[in-house]
């Protein structure tokens, strides 16, 4: 009777002992089984994340690429010379682009579009930087060399002070282009306008027509071609050196004839060169043509060699 309520007392003892240790180890299991599901989490959450940033990463640098390629794209599209019409194949370029304000443009001193595009890149915008108006819209922004820009600035400023509530305006500077209309318009890689150093200049209170005959009337031609050398430009297309009536068109010659009579046509040479041609240092004292100067000082051999500086 004594044995058998041992024997029962141990058998609870080890039930008792089973079921904590059961216990102990489902608690174990539930608890590692946690774990590994938040870790499992973790894991997952930070691939996530690390996809993410990768993603990102890449995202920034697809872009970067992406604008890069815009950014020189666009930088291409300034690069390149503006469209040109009917442009003639100008092979050699001219002897005296070397010579700076001197440089020679005209159907004999031809130069390239390479030449032109190139130019274009060293000018000034003359309405940001003086508020100097180009007064046809159509020829766009008005660009200038920097040292004729300034001289340019200085001269209408003078102008002004002469004729109070007058104002000189632009009629183009630069061209990239040539223009194909006859005898007052010279083809691409022929025009003084692809110096940088010229500009068209009218007094728009005086009618601001392009007509020769009728501004020669004008106080803004009189007092430009009587005071421009002092600002080191010359009238660069004179009656004398036209070489002939509108109506009957000669070519620039061995001589120094420009072909051309243009009472709005304004070239900075530099002042020293200019009061030279306006004084007529080789011309007997009278207004000498740049073609003509050219020869005449020395620099050019042949007017109709675009090879024969000296
Ligand atoms: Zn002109």
């Known amino acids: ?18 079921m904590i240790a059961s216990t102990i180890l489902i608690a174990n299991l539930v608890k590692n089984k946690t774990e590994f599901s938040e870790n499992s989490a973790q894991e997952t959450e930070e691939i996530g994340q690390n996809s993410e940033e990768e993603l990102s990463d890449f995202s920034e640098n697809l872009e970067t ?9 666009d930088e291409d599209q300034e690069q390149k010379p503006e469209t040109l019409v009917e442009t003639p194949t100008i092979k050699n370029e001219n002897c005296t682009t070397s010579f ?14 390479d030449f032109i595009a190139q130019r274009k890149t060293q000018l000034v915008n003359i ?5 100097i108006k180009e007064g046809n819209e ?5 660009l200038l060399d920097p040292e004729a820009a300034v001289n340019l600035n200085e001269m209408l400023n003078d102008y002004k002070k002469d004729y109070p509530g007058h104002e000189i305006t632009t009629r ?35 009618g601001g027509l392009l007509d020769t005959d009728y501004l020669e009337s004008h106080p803004e031609w009189i007092w430009l071609h009587q005071n421009s050398y002092k600002y080191g430009f010359i009238d660069r297309f004179v009656s004398s050196w036209a070489g002939g009536s509108m109506s009957a068109p000669v ?13 709005w046509h304004f070239r900075y040479v530099g002042k020293e060169v200019a009061k030279e041609i306006a004084l007529g240092k080789y011309n007997d004292g009278n207004y000498d043509s740049l073609e003509h100067y050219l020869k005449a000082s020395g620099r050019v051999k042949n007017l109709l060699d675009k090879t024969s500086c000296n």
């Open 138 to 142: 159509y020829n766009g922004i008005p």
């Open 172 to 206: 183009s500077c630069f061209r990239s282009e040539g223009t194909n209309c006859g005898r007052l318009c010279y083809a691409t890689g022929t025009s003084d306008h692809h110096t940088g150093y010229t500009c068209d200049l009218v007094d728009d209170a005086y």
């Open 251 to 263: 070519n620039v010659d061995t001589n120094g004839t420009t072909g051309l009579y243009e009472t």
């Open 1 to 18: 009777m004594k044995n058998k309520k041992i024997r029962g007392r141990l058998i609870l003892i080890l039930v008792f002992v089973i």
């Open 100 to 113: 700076g304000k001197l440089m020679l443009i005209n159907p004999n001193f031809t130069v390239s579009t």
């Open 65 to 73: 690429e992406i604008t890069d390629e815009n950014s020189s794209l």
């Open 127 to 131: 309405t940001e930087l003086y508020g």
